[in-house]
Structures are given as C-alpha cells and as structure tokens.
C-alpha cells in the first residue's frame, strides 16, 4: 500500500490522479490534500510526514501580472520544501513542470526553477525525485479559458458560443488519462525500488495537431452528434478521447432526455435508438417494477440507454461529487434515450407498473477482463 498525496488535489489533473488512485484501494492510500494546508505550517508538516510520493501539481497557471504567477508557484515549491526538511520527510516528490520551460515567459521560468530547488533538496537528503516535463493536456472537467484551449472549445460549442482562433499554432497534446497513467508507473516504481536518485522525464505527447484542427473535429461533434444525436467514429483513440472531452462539456440537465421519432402504421411502430459510425456492441434489457440496473461507471466507453418501452427513472452523479441528474422517461408517450458520459456513475429504475424495455449501446465491446467498468452507486 503506497501512501500518495497531491497538492492541487481539486485541480484538473490533481482531480483525474485522485480519483485513479481510488479505484485500486489495494495498491494506493489517497492522503487528503487542502489548499489552505500551504498557510498552515503545522498542516503541511504532518501531511509531507503522512506521505511515501507527493505528486506536486499545485500552482498558477494565469493572472494578469505575470510576475505574481512566478512568485506564487516559487513560493508553493519553497514550502513544500521547508515542510520536508522541518520534519525529516523524504517523500518521492514528482514534481508537474511543463514544456513552457522552453519559452521565454516567467512561468515557465517558475517552472524550471521549481524543479530545480526540488532536484537541490533531493541531492541534499538523498530522496527521490522526479521532474515531469509535460505537453499541453486535454480531458473532461478542464477549465474553460484556464486550462486549455480544448477545454474553451468545448464549453463554447456547447452553450452557443462563437470559438476564435486566437494563433493557429501547432500543439503538443496529452489525454489527462494517459498522462495519470505516467504518474502512477512513477509513483509505483519508485515504491518498488526506493532509488535516491533524481531524474527528468519528458512525457510524450499523443497528438501533434493545429488550433484549426481541434475546431474542426469539435465543430463535427457539435453538428453531428449535439444536433443531430449521431455519434462520430471512435476507433481513433485521440478522436475518442476528445469526444469524451466534449460530451462532458455538455449542460445535461438541459440536454437530456432526448426523445427518439416513433413511426407508427398499421404494422406497429419503428424507432431509430442509435446512429453511430463506429461499431461498439448493443444489448436489450428488461427490467422489472422496483428493479434498479446500473450504479457503475466508466473510464473510458461511451454509453447510451433508450428506454422504448415502459416509465424509467435514470440517475447520473459525477465521480467525486454529490449532485445528482435525474430523468425520467416514459416510453409509452415517448421513447427517449440519455447518454452516459464517462467518470458518471448511473443506473435505470423501473418506475412503471409494467416491465422496463431498454436497448443499450456500448462504444466497445464487452470484455469480461476489461479495467473499464468500476462500480459505485449513484
């Protein structure tokens, strides 16, 4: 059991790394991390004590005086580093630098004299440390106009905004995902072999793609699938990941359920439930008065759920927080279907007197071995 604590724990990376680390209670203990435990020597002391690797993620990445983000993020660094050494820790830092350093700006100059006083440190109490240089990341639940300009594209497509192309320059991009993935191979070696050494990674990124680009493919999930229900190709894994970028962007209060056209004749009735130009596996349920389904959710596959026939209440809650979406859903006047964003965990409950029919759609298929699917109750 590997004990991890990470400043910035509320932030957008701090936030997917959190939440990682809690589906393998087996292999890591999450040390909770506030803020406020900067201002508090006392505080910070005991949690740097309480933890085997500190992944610092903490710092400014805006303000209008850019002179205030190079002082706040030194500081950050700087008592991270007095908490250590007032109490003996020699946690494995890792430490979030960024390919900024490259640039002539003060944060990137934050950046790289942060790593540096941290690799000091290391040196001088023979602990570990690691510096990860990393490209810009994209993931749901970035910040709009902070983190990304992903994270802007999406909220602006999303509530009918006009997105603008400020520079169409050429970005390196990491999925938040993939980038979670780098830390915990870190955080587990470093438990594995305890070497005293620092070191420098520079995390590759996933896709090399201009401004133009993003706006084009994010413009497409807004004509196709916002607008018309039809769900793009997802078997490019960058394509996929920045389609559960946007899907998370979207106000699904307002959004869903969304009613599916019911085409009657003398035959009977017909419905259209998915439109998709990828593959996936699509499944019927059945489900009786009072019976839940679900209460799981997904790191990575997109879910639908059209209830055709029968009165259903669905209930999405995002990982991590306590608000609740509630739909409900009678077929018999109008089937309707709500999509499942990933890192929501949801459920469907018969609240009809008749049974509940569902038609689910699954971006791939099922994979009794697949590390997808965890559950939790809504």
Known sequence: MIKVGI????????THLYNTLGLYPDRFERIPFEDSYFEDP??????????????????????????VIY?????????????????????????????????????????????????????????????????????????????????????????????????DGELRLIYVSELVQYFITSIEQNAKHRKQQTETLQIPHSRLIRVSEILSMLSGFKANYFEKGIFPSLDDAFERNLFNTFVCYIEHEKFYPRMLELKTDERGSFVETVKLNSGG??????????????????????????VIKGRARLQLRRIGTSKTLTFEIDAERNPAFVDMPIWFTHNITNVGNDDVYTIFWISEQFDPGDTDTFFEVV
């Open 71 to 167: 002082q706040t993020n030194l500081s950050l660094v700087n008592k991270l580093i007095e908490a250590c050494e007032a109490t003996g820790a020699k946690p494995h830092i890792i430490f979030s630098s960024s390919t900024q350093e490259e640039r002539d700006n003060l944060y990137g100059k934050s950046k790289i004299e942060g790593r540096l006083l941290f690799e000091q440190w290391a040196t001088r109490n023979q602990a570990p440390f690691s510096g990860f240089i990393i490209p810009n990341v994209f993931g749901p639940f970035g910040k709009p106009y902070y983190n990304s300009v992903v994270a802007t594209f999406c909220h602006q497509l999303t509530h009918n905004e006009e997105p603008r192309i400020e520079v």
């Open 42 to 67: 006392g505080m910070l002391g005991k949690f740097v004590s309480a933890c085997d690797t500190i992944v610092h993620l903490a710092a400014m990445n805006r303000h209008n005086d850019p002179r």
């Open 281 to 306: 596996q699509v499944s019927f349920s059945t489900t009786k008065p009072g019976v839940t389904r679900g209460n799981h959710f997904h790191t990575r596959k997109a879910e639908r759920f059209a």
């Open 7 to 14: 400043t910035g724990q509320s932030g957008f990376i701090g």
